[in-house]
């Protein structure tokens, strides 16, 4: 039934439909006829007004659906109503997009559970809606090709200068705040004072060593293609609104001309579409980003070029200039992203399916394995009755055989 009703197109979730990144991936899905978009939003009248300006208010292919990252009460009944939607068929590509970024705040805000928002919206949320999401996306399920993608950010990757040459610097220490539950007054992962801007990047670190875990724990067994990208800088997003105007009005002129990494709202969504869709993106474990390498051409040089600056992540960058990204020493701490796996899950009561290894398809082998699994449980049996203590020496001797 679910087939039909979608006449055999992916399902798409994206979260943040309503603006930005989203809003223009969504647009770019659209226009190919292959998906059905589900705009997971925050504001349904907001997302009715976006819809109409941008011309899919009426595309059967687009379904708002109600979802406030900033209750873990909101994803559960989010995943209850898609699911009910859906029905029968598998979810094709969860995208994990909304955010908010609030850097100006002295004081934490929190969200409907108490959690530090930045935390939840953009790190515990999605965390807690990927765990609900991944029964619906296996091959078992009936998904073909099917991929979760993080959109993280440089900022939490602090290799690169934009991650790790501005302060502050994402670093989760030793997760405390986590580790003690990340309830308010506790504004941070790890534990210390509040920082805003520290707050989104290491909300996008976090992000992104789920990924890679994910990718451990269930790419093989279960089909998917875990992976995160990074857009580029979108100097003119509505991201920025909680900066000052002035920084607002010269954000996108500095990244443009003297750091290169400027990429329009266009742009950008074109590269999250092709994680989304292009076949190369199949590879699971991925920090996907565009034309980087040696920033060239910069100042005059530039602004002759109306600012597309090759080879800087930014604009410019097109479909073949995507390239598996180096992922810095913290994303790729293995031992942190268990304990952080373990406090995330503890504190969303996030349900992950078991993480089954790969089965042999070998027919001897199976057969092999039921035939122990049969006599391993005798063995358990006996084990649990007493035996009786050994009378004779040929018993001891009995039992000493092996
Ligand atoms: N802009 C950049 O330079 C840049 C760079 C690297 C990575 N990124 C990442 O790109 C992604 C998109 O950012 P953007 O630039 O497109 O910003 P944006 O235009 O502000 O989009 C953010 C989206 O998240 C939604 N959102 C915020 N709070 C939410 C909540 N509680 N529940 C559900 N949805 C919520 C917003 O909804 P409303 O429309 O209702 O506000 C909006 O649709 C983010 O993950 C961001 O970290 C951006």
């Not at 997302?47 to 979802?67: C, H, I, K, R, Y």
């Not at 559960?76 to 994990?96: G, H, I, S």
């Not at 750091?259 to 074109?270: F, M, N, S």
């Amino acid at each position: 039934m679910g087939q039909q009703k979608f006449q055999g197109k992916k399902i798409c979730v994206v979260t943040g439909t309503s603006s930005g990144l989203g809003l223009k991936t969504t647009k770019a899905l659209l226009k190919t006829g292959f998906y059905h978009v589900i705009g997971a939003v925050r504001d349904m009248e907001k997302m009715a007004v976006v819809a109409e300006e941008e011309g899919f208010g009426s595309d059967e292919n687009f379904t708002p659906m109600q979802l406030d990252l900033a209750s873990f009460a909101s994803v559960r009944q989010f995943v209850d109503k898609l699911n009910e939607f859906k029905a029968d068929k598998p979810l094709d590509r969860l995208v994990c997009n909304a955010a908010v970024y609030q850097p100006s705040l002295n004081e934490a805000q929190w969200s409907e559970d108490g959690i530090e928002q930045q935390m939840q919206i953009n790190f515990l949320s999605h965390f807690l809606l990927t765990s609900l999401l991944l029964p619906e996306m296996t091959k078992e399920k009936g998904s073909v090709d099917p991929r979760v993608i993080m959109v993280g950010s440089v900022t939490g990757n602090d290799n690169t200068v934009g991650g790790g040459g501005v302060y502050p610097i994402a670093d989760l220490r030793d997760l405390e705040g986590l580790a003690e539950g990340a309830k308010a007054p506790i504004a941070m992962m790890d534990g210390r004072n509040f920082n805003g801007a520290k707050a989104y990047k290491d909300s996008k670190l976090a992000i992104m060593m789920t990924t890679n875990l994910l990718h451990d724990k269930y790419a093989k067994s279960t089909g998917i293609a875990f992976s995160s990208m990074y857009p580029g800088c979108i100097a003119a997003s509505p991201l920025f609104r909680e900066k000052k105007p002035w920084f607002r009005k010269l954000f996108p002129v500095f990244m443009r001309y003297i750091t290169g990494g400027y990429v329009g709202e266009e742009e950008a969504g074109q590269r999250l579409f092709q994680v989304i869709t292009d076949p190369r993106c199949t590879r699971s474990g991925v920090y996907w980003s565009w034309n980087g390498g040696p920033r060239e051409g910069r100042g005059v040089e530039a602004v002759k070029n109306g600012g597309k600056i090759v080879g800087a992540g930014g604009e410019g960058g097109g479909w073949d200039t995507i390239f598996e990204n180096e992922q810095s020493d913290k994303v790729r701490d293995t031992e942190k992203a268990q304990l952080l796996f373990k406090y995330a899950t503890q504190i969303t009561k996030a349900e992950w399916p078991l993480a089954k290894g790969a089965v042999s398809p070998c027919p001897t082998l199976r057969v092999i394995g039921a035939i122990t699994a049969i006599l391993d449980k005798q063995e358990e049996l006996q084990r649990k009755t007493k035996r009786a203590q050994p009378k004779t020496m040929g018993e001891v001797l009995e039992r000493l055989a092996f």
